[in-house]
């Protein structure tokens, strides 16, 4: 028999976070911040939405690019939040989650043998998505002493002739770092300077702890080569509704569509009136999911200090990125140390990019009783580290 | 700290404590990037103010086995020239059996909630000590048969985390 797989697709790594899950998986009753999505439930508005588009029997599709309610409330917001405008009915798409945005917005722009850069550690789809839209990943490695932002100099070294997209995923998901105005402008003004693209990954936009979130999309210039992918996942906890968009110019955004037309059709219906309701009337839910989380946050890093755990002030999403490097092992290595030791489950470094060794993700989308269990066993394990040396 | 900072600070630990009373303020004092200090005097000044007028322990009494049964009761009243409802208000919280009384607007006046050991004491409160109060006009009783909900607390079951233990 001939081999059924395409190389393309042999060749891919699996997610280096699976093959931890799969460890996990067998210590059922380990304690886990390993988790990339929020604990708390979504808005009992929000589903009580989902629960009477049901019984209203709104059971149909809807139309390729999602409902104009939808979208007509996802340009409200973003103009009010953002202050960037988007025209509903042209440059708006509805999506099943930010992931599938990324997967078509890369696949409706790259030719083959374009490149495309990607600041790492950052979650784990861009680089094998670029792969599977014929695209070549450049990574480019992050450091912690810019506490993970992307700088002017950093990207303008990984620019070839032959880049034309840059992922920009900030607030960034394993690191918590956030991207300020200042930051963009510089990148801004080389994304002009050689023509490349931006998609923005801005999933975790609504979670920032210091000055609210800016996109880059509202940077003069860039509206026009900038794909802003954004969801409901984590603003409004609703990860599991699958629901995502991605805005841009319009002739972007009509070949995305075509893709997504022909792959997907239309995203779930139900989930798409609960988002509306999310838009509506939903602020104040985020207002209070992130205050519980700066609050988490805060205390996370009041007790890495305690332990003299080294790690820099994240300021988004919900992950914390503690430095390992004093123990000498690798973050693989540490992890899967802690969990059979102390039954704490961590996630590598090095799952989101080979430039996340010497780190671990830790999420505090968990209650503070349970981050405080779980911190209190980490300082045993690092206290026997230290001990033994 | 200037004004404003004051009535900040004064709403988170209220937010705060409002659902844990026994919070450590040290812990919380981190969790909201304020000063220990700071926080005790507020809640110090708070506790003259009568804003925090105390720390309670939420408790769900159907767990135990101390039989106590809690009555909704509707009241009305005839209002007394110059005293309004708060003088027939006062004559029914002094009762220790009475937990909390409302004013209520709509179709009566007071709703009263009380405690008692049994359906027998709860009804001879009523008639003998309530319905007997001379500006009383009417009561109507409701028993609670179960208890669902109490300050924002769910007591029917506990919240499992259903999430998967590793996810991207």
Do not use: D, K
């Given at each position: 028999m001939r081999d059924p797989i395409a190389k393309k697709v042999a060749g891919m790594k699996s997610s280096g976070i699976r093959k931890f899950f799969d460890i996990v998986s067998e210590m059922p009753d380990a304690i886990s911040l390993g988790v990339g999505e929020p604990d708390f439930d979504t808005p009992w508005h929000v589903r009580d939405e989902g629960i009477y588009s049901l019984e209203r029997g709104r059971t149909f599709y809807t139309s390729n690019s999602g409902l104009m309610e939808l979208r007509t409330e996802i340009c409200r917001f973003l103009r009010s939040h953002y202050e960037v405008s988007y025209d509903p009915a042209s440059e708006v798409l509805i999506t099943v989650g930010g992931s599938e945005a990324i997967d078509i917005g890369l696949r409706a722009m790259l030719e083959e043998g374009e490149?495309?850069?990607?600041?790492?550690?950052?979650?784990?789809?861009?680089?094998?998505?670029?792969?599977?839209?014929?695209?070549?990943?450049?990574?480019l490695s992050l450091k912690e002493e810019n506490e993970f932002r992307l700088t002017a100099e950093e990207f303008r070294e990984a620019i070839t002739p032959r880049t034309k997209i840059l992922i920009l995923p900030f607030p960034n998901n394993p690191t918590g770092a956030i991207m300020e105005r200042k930051d963009l402008e510089g990148i801004a003004k080389l994304c002009i300077e050689h023509d490349i693209f931006v998609l923005s990954d801005e999933i975790y936009a609504a979670l920032t702890y210091k000055n609210d979130h800016v996109s880059i999309a509202s940077l003069p210039g860039m509206k026009e080569r900038t794909i802003l992918i954004n969801g409901f996942s984590k603003a409004y906890a609703m990860t599991g509704w699958r629901l995502g968009y991605a805005c841009g110019p319009k002739n972007i955004v009509e070949q995305m569509t075509k893709i997504h037309q022909y792959c997907i059709?239309?995203?779930?219906?139900t989930s798409q009136y609960a988002a509306v309701e999310a838009l509506r009337h939903g602020d104040r839910d985020v207002d209070e999911m992130r205050e519980a989380y700066n609050e988490r946050r805060r205390f996370l890093l009041h007790e890495f200090k305690r332990m003299g755990l080294q790690c820099f002030e994240p300021y988004g999403a919900f992950y914390v990125f503690p430095s390992i490097k004093e123990f000498g092992m690798t973050s693989d290595d540490f992890c899967t140390k802690l969990l059979k030791a102390k039954k704490v489950a961590v996630v590598p470094g090095t799952a989101f990019g080979e430039c996340g060794e010497g780190f671990v993700r830790i999420s505090y989308a968990y209650s503070i009783e349970n981050l405080k269990e779980a911190l209190g066993r980490i300082e045993e394990f690092i206290t026997e580290l230290r001990n033994k040396r | 700290m200037n004004e404003k900072d004051i009535k900040e600070m004064r709403l988170s630990i209220l937010k705060a404590i409002e659902h844990d009373g026994r919070v450590d303020l040290n812990e919380l004092a981190i969790r909201l990037g304020l000063d220990a200090t700071d926080i005790a005097n507020a809640m110090s000044d708070m506790e003259k103010e009568g804003i925090i007028c105390g720390y309670q322990t939420l408790i769900d009494w159907d767990k135990t086995d101390d039989e106590r049964v809690t009555a909704l009761i509707e009241v009305r009243v005839t209002p007394q020239r110059g005293q309004g409802f708060d003088s027939i208000a006062e004559r029914i919280y002094k009762y220790p059996e009475v937990d909390s009384v409302y004013l209520i607007s709509g179709g009566f006046d007071l709703m009263v909630i009380m405690e008692g050991r049994s359906l027998k004491e709860v009804s001879q409160f009523v008639t003998n000590k309530l319905s007997a109060l001379?500006?009383?006009?009417?009561?109507?009783t409701h028993f609670i048969m179960r208890k669902y909900k109490l300050n924002g607390t769910v007591l029917a079951k506990k919240h499992e985390d259903e999430r998967m233990l590793v996810t991207p």
């Open positions: 490149e495309v850069i990607i600041p790492e550690p950052s979650y784990v789809s861009y680089l094998p998505c670029t792969i599977m839209a014929g695209g070549v990943p450049v990574e059709m239309c995203a779930p219906t | 001379e500006s009383v006009l009417s009561c109507a």
